[in-house]
Each structure stands twice: as structure tokens, then as C-alpha cells.
């Protein structure tokens, strides 16, 4: 196309304000990236034959406590590298980065115990993961936590302490190893007007290497403690 043409197009917003080129590349990288490409098998990161994860909780609003249950509002953000959606930027046009349906790329089977045992599994319907091109996966999936609390009766004042664990629910640390961004929760979105009957005090994480009699190897865990302080 006349390279005016395009530019009146777009000025009346026919055509995205980007060249059409920028299509075309996108579109060869996707086809280069998915050419073979297996969702369903554990990439390679770098050094090792297995991947470390990387998470995070960042925690938006806490919801309430009942009956010993804490609901969170939160974003999990997840990034990990994988070998087999490299690419070299200047193949396809200087493209560093790329988004796609996280329902198209191999993510880790992270689980975390809900309530007093249910074990739910991280999903995330529609976030799509953004992929850079030395094979970063940037996966942010939204959840709803329910974790149970133990705690006696609340008065005004009393602190306590609330723990969420995350773990895979296959792969030992010699194929999945867990790792976290910091010692601590992203609390720099908190809404901390939305429950005034709970103030966050502290929060810590902290990865342990945990041994099952009948399996081999070690299972990671990462577990993100929260601590309360009730106000009645
Ligand atoms: C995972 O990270 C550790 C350092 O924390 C590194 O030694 C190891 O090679 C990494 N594993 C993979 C598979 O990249
Ligand atoms: C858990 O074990 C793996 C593999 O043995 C090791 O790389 C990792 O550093 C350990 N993690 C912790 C927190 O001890």
C-alpha cells in the first residue's frame, strides 16, 4: 500500500497506527514459535534440564475472614524461561516481545491448598502470558485465595498469622524448582481502605524443599505468610 494512502487511513483510524509490516512479523514469529511447539511437555530453561518458576503474590484487597477463612483478592505474577520460544529479534522485524493465549504455552501445574484441604490449581481464563524473546514466560494470573486461619477468639488488637503454600503438584525440584521474586509480598497495590477490620502488619515468603517417603527427590514448596492484626 501507498505509504500516504496508509497514513490518511490511519489518520480517520482505518488502519492501527502501526505499519503493516508489524503484522506480517508477528505473524512469522507466531507460526515460528508454534511450529512444533508442544504445550504439554516441560521446556528446558537455560543451564538445567527443567525449569525454575519464579513467583509472587501481590496481593489487591483482602476480602474478609470467616469461619477461619481469609479471602484474598490477588495477582500471582509467574515467570519462567523456556528454551523452545526463543527467538532472535532481528528476524522478524526488531520483536522482542509478544503476547499469547496462556492456554497455548506450557505452564507450570502450580496448585495451593484452599480452606482446610481443597487443593486448587492455578488457572487463568483469558490473561494472556507475554513471552520475550530470550524465552521469558510473564504469566499474571488472577485468584480468589481462601486460606484457613487458626486463631481463637478475636479482640481488638490480636495478630495472627496466615499461610499460603504453593507447590507443583507433579514435579520435584530436579524439574520444577520454585523460586521467589522476594523474601516478602507485593503489597504496593493493596487497598488497605477496603476492610478496615484487617490491617496487614507483615508479610514474609520462604521456599522449602519438602521429602515424601515413597517418592524420590525433593518437592519444593513456597510458602507466603501473611500477618493480621484484627480490628474490631
Ligand atoms: C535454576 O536456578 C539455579 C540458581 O538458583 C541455577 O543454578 C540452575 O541452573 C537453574 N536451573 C535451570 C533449569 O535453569
Ligand atoms: C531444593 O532442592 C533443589 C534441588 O536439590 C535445590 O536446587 C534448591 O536450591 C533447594 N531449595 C531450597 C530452598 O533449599
Keep these: 500500500m501507498d505509504?500516504?494512502?496508509l497514513a490518511v487511513l490511519s489518520c480517520i483510524?482505518?488502519?492501527?497506527c502501526s505499519h503493516p509490516e508489524a503484522y506480517t512479523n508477528r505473524q512469522q514469529l507466531y507460526n515460528d514459535l508454534m511450529h512444533k511447539y508442544e504445550k504439554n511437555v516441560l521446556p528446558n530453561s537455560g543451564n538445567g534440564n527443567g525449569v525454575n518458576v519464579t513467583l509472587d503474590i501481590m496481593i489487591r484487597?483482602?476480602?474478609g475472614m470467616n469461619n477461619h477463612i481469609l479471602t484474598l483478592d490477588a495477582f500471582i505474577p509467574i515467570h519462567w524461561r523456556a528454551d523452545n520460544l526463543k527467538w532472535k529479534p532481528d528476524k522478524v522485524g526488531g520483536i522482542k516481545m509478544i503476547d499469547m493465549p496462556s492456554e497455548i504455552v506450557w505452564k507450570p501445574d502450580l496448585a495451593y491448598v484452599e480452606g482446610e484441604g481443597k487443593t486448587v490449581f492455578i488457572k487463568s481464563e483469558g490473561a494472556n502470558v507475554i513471552i520475550?524473546?530470550?524465552?521469558?514466560?510473564f504469566?499474571?494470573?488472577?485468584?480468589?485465595?481462601?486460606?484457613?486461619c487458626k486463631h481463637g477468639e478475636l479482640h481488638n488488637g490480636d495478630e495472627i498469622d496466615c499461610h499460603l503454600t504453593f507447590y507443583s503438584w507433579v514435579h520435584s525440584s530436579a524439574t520444577l524448582d520454585l523460586k521467589l521474586v522476594a523474601d516478602q509480598m507485593d503489597t504496593s497495590s493493596l487497598d488497605v481502605a477496603f476492610n478496615p477490620h484487617w490491617k496487614l502488619v507483615s508479610t514474609h515468603a520462604k521456599v522449602t524443599n519438602k521429602t515424601?517417603?515413597?517418592?524420590?527427590?525433593?518437592?519444593?514448596?513456597?510458602t507466603f505468610t501473611l500477618r493480621l492484626r484484627y480490628v474490631a
Design 3 to 5: 505509504c500516504k494512502v
Design 13 to 16: 483510524g482505518i488502519v492501527a
Design 61 to 63: 484487597r483482602i476480602i
Design 132 to 137: 520475550s524473546s530470550d524465552g521469558r514466560v
Design 139 to 148: 504469566w499474571d494470573a488472577p485468584v480468589q485465595t481462601k486460606t484457613f
Design 212 to 222: 515424601y517417603r515413597h517418592c524420590p527427590g525433593t518437592y519444593p514448596l513456597a
